[in-house]
């Protein structure tokens, strides 16, 4: 199994007696697929039969949504859902996305795939599993927010100035189907609504309106949002999370913050051992917290769960919420050992 260590993302001074830092940690998918499954094929089947196209034309015009915008929006999906995967450590993809279906072409799910047509993409592709996009389907609605009032000076005299917000909301309904070609089994259908939204501001209602972007620019933003959403059910990904330690008024906690700053771990973790037995108690809840977080950065979780643990004893009322995010580390620990693919 390969082990995964921490980078630090960035350092953020967030008040007098405590520093923040981002780090990576990997978070797992939400369902858990079986180990055999290693490459995937990804096909789009929104483009509609001979039989549906008049249906679909037919909800182009009632929705209001241009006709055909669906099935760019489906790639732009398909191209979310690749991309994310691509960088995964769970799946190899061995096609682009480009492999198009016959489908409804609507919001309605197709007859599930004959198991001899999915055998003969799978091993097309070399491919143990195939991920069919099988619906999608998108609206959007333009509304405006309550206005912001901004007060400032301009050549010495007050400026009361009201900001008018407009939002475009888009609405991506898209439906998946994961098809097991080895076990001849549909292991995952479902379908997914995201919502993501645009906002301008202007001097009034319609100037905001004027500034927010083009439907086709959204859908694309929208679409490839859409395809990485359904990518995180199945595949785990690496996230950015922020991470609360102390510096405090003692020299030599501020001091361990400036190598924190400087992406020195290893100095500052022994400035911290230093003061964890101090007669300060106060000192030794703050040492002892960042000695939490130091064993949470080297993968030492439950070791991450004692120091916090230990300047919980000391009155931090910080610890107790550290704890419980450090046991959700352990939980997701255990899903990701059964997710990610082990070397032989």
Request: charged share 30%; aromatic share 10%; hydrophobic share 35%.
């Amino acid at each position: 199994m390969k082990i995964h260590y921490f980078i630090f993302f960035a350092f953020l001074i967030s008040s007098c007696t405590t520093s923040s830092v981002l780090v990576s940690v990997q978070r797992p998918a939400d369902i858990t697929l079986s180990q055999e499954i290693k490459s995937v094929v990804v096909a789009n089947r929104t483009t509609p039969k001979k039989n549906n196209l008049a249906e679909n034309i037919i909800e182009g015009v009632l929705t209001g949504e241009g006709i055909g915008l669906d099935k760019k929006g489906s790639k732009y999906c398909i191209n979310g859902l690749v991309e994310l995967l691509d960088e995964s450590e769970r799946f190899q993809v061995n096609n682009m996305g480009d492999l198009e279906l016959k489908g409804t072409g609507t919001s309605s799910f197709s007859y599930p795939l004959k198991w001899k047509k999915v055998k003969n993409i799978c091993n097309s592709y070399d491919a143990d599993a195939l991920l069919v996009l099988e619906t999608f389907d998108s609206d959007s609605r333009v509304f405006f927010g309550k206005p912001i009032k901004r007060v400032f000076k301009r050549k010495g005299k007050k400026v009361v100035e009201m900001r008018y917000q407009a939002i475009l909301e888009m609405k991506i309904e898209s439906g998946w189907r994961i098809y097991d070609n080895k076990n001849q089994k549909i292991i995952d259908e479902n379908r997914f609504t995201e919502i993501k939204e645009f906002r301008a501001f202007g001097n009034s209602n319609n100037d905001a309106k004027r500034k927010l972007p083009y439907l086709s620019k959204a859908l694309i933003q929208s679409g490839d949002f859409a395809g990485k959403e359904f990518g995180k059910r199945i595949s785990p990904i690496w996230i950015k999370v922020r991470r609360v330690f102390y510096i405090g008024k003692d020299d030599q906690l501020k001091t361990a913050g400036k190598f924190v700053k400087r992406n020195n771990f290893e100095d500052a973790t022994n400035i911290w051992k230093q003061l964890i037995d101090s007669n300060d108690k106060d000192l030794a809840s703050k040492a002892s917290y960042n000695m939490a977080l130091a064993s949470e950065i080297k993968g030492f979780l439950q070791t991450a769960i004692d120091w916090a643990k230990k300047s919980q004893s000391f009155g931090n009322k910080l610890a107790s919420s550290y704890i419980t995010t450090l046991k959700k580390r352990i939980s997701d620990q255990k899903k990701l050992n059964n997710q990610l693919i082990k070397n032989p």
